[in-house]
């Protein structure tokens, strides 16, 4: 489309006009891999250099007068908006579109006579979906799909193929369940006795609020009684595992292999990063942050961000590496000291 209108429909009022009326964006590219024709961005002065060489024709900048000037003598077409990286990626979704299928049955999906199958809805080759499911409007189910009795899927959530969702589980509306995904497996519960572990069974449900996306291979366990619940809009990344009986608030965000256990209760717009552990039954509190490889085995506070293992203030965590990295040096200068003494 022109950039005119690519502005137009993404609702930005500030930008270069001037000699690119008729420039034509035909996608969306990375800043360093960018060919001509296409739309980039740049959130801060550390793109400085990339966007020196980029080939793109046009970019979303903030207001950076630096960036500016080196857009304007690169002749490049530009955007000004507070958030870049946030309007790019309502750029993008103008030029691609995930693929969904047209609403159908395919012919070898198996599907209980009790079950609910709203409007509109599409369900792939293979899907086996079980006694008394409520399937609601616009739903997708991709293929190979097995949906175990008495779950409830809202409205335009997707479920992408490979996907296991258990007995009773309740996914809210516009979710999304990627491949390999388990919702609703039993938790890890065992009762130490004499003679070896009792296995306790696992009667509970898992609760997936509207909006809430699981990535792929990750795991959302139900606990023995009450609920494992995942807060509205929190996104999940993949080979995530949530224990038995865990609270996740709302608008949160896990990176690839975190893994908390069962009992811990996570707030609202917690961010884990990367491997990060959460012990037992510990709670994290709103708008808390972990960084990577951390390990949470105590409370923390709301608006505070741990790193390093066991979890410590970040501030902290910092000043202690800066004197790890010291301690070679340290050593020698204790053993120099401890010389002098002894020759004393």
């Known amino acids: ?15 270069s006009s001037s000699d690119t009326p008729e420039l034509e964006i035909t996608g969306v590219s990375a800043i360093a891999d960018a060919t001509p024709n296409t739309l980039t961005y740049a959130e801060s002065t550390k793109y400085i250099e990339q966007l020196k060489a980029t080939q793109a024709s046009a970019v979303i900048l903030p207001a950076n007068e630096t960036l500016q000037g080196i857009a304007i003598d690169r002749g490049l077409a530009w955007i000004v908006v507070s958030q870049p990286r946030l309007v790019f990626a309502s750029a993008i979704a103008l030029f691609y579109q995930p693929y969904k299928p047209a609403p159908r049955i395919h012919p070898t999906a198996v599907i209980d006579p009790s079950a609910q199958i709203g409007e509109s809805v599409s369900i792939g080759a293979h899907v086996v979906i079980e006694s008394g499911v409520k399937v609601g409007n616009h739903v997708c189910i991709h293929p190979n799909v097995v949906v175990y009795p008495d779950v409830v899927i809202g409205d335009r959530t997707v479920l992408h ?42 009667a509970g449900y898992t609760v997936l609020e509207d909006g809430v996306e699981i990535g792929c291979n990750s795991a959302v366990d139900r606990p023995a009684v009450g609920e494992t619940r995942i807060g509205r809009n929190t996104k999940l ?17 896990f990176a690839a292999q975190v893994g908390i256990a069962g009992g811990s209760t996570i707030g609202n717009r917690v961010i884990l990063a990367g491997q990060v552990g959460v012990g037992n039954e510990a709670k994290m509190g709103d708008g808390s942050i972990a960084s990577a490889r951390t390990g949470v085995h105590s409370d923390v506070k709301s608006g505070v961000t741990v790193s390093g293992y066991p979890a410590v203030e970040h501030r902290t965590f910092l000043r202690a590496w800066a004197l790890y990295t010291r301690l070679p040096e340290m050593y020698q200068a204790i053993k120099q000291i401890q010389k002098r003494l002894d020759e004393s």
């Open 161 to 202: 193929a490979n996907c296991t969702i258990q007995e009773r589980s309740q996914i809210g509306a516009d979710c999304v369940i990627h491949s390999g995904a388990v919702i609703g497996s039993e938790g890890f519960g065992f009762v130490p006795t004499r003679e070896g572990w009792l296995k306790m069974e696992q």
């Open 237 to 253: 990344d993949n080979f995530v595992q949530i224990g038995h009986g865990v609270k996740v608030g709302e608008a949160c965000a």
């Open 1 to 15: 489309m022109r950039f005119q209108d690519l502005v137009e429909k993404l609702g930005i009022s500030v930008t």
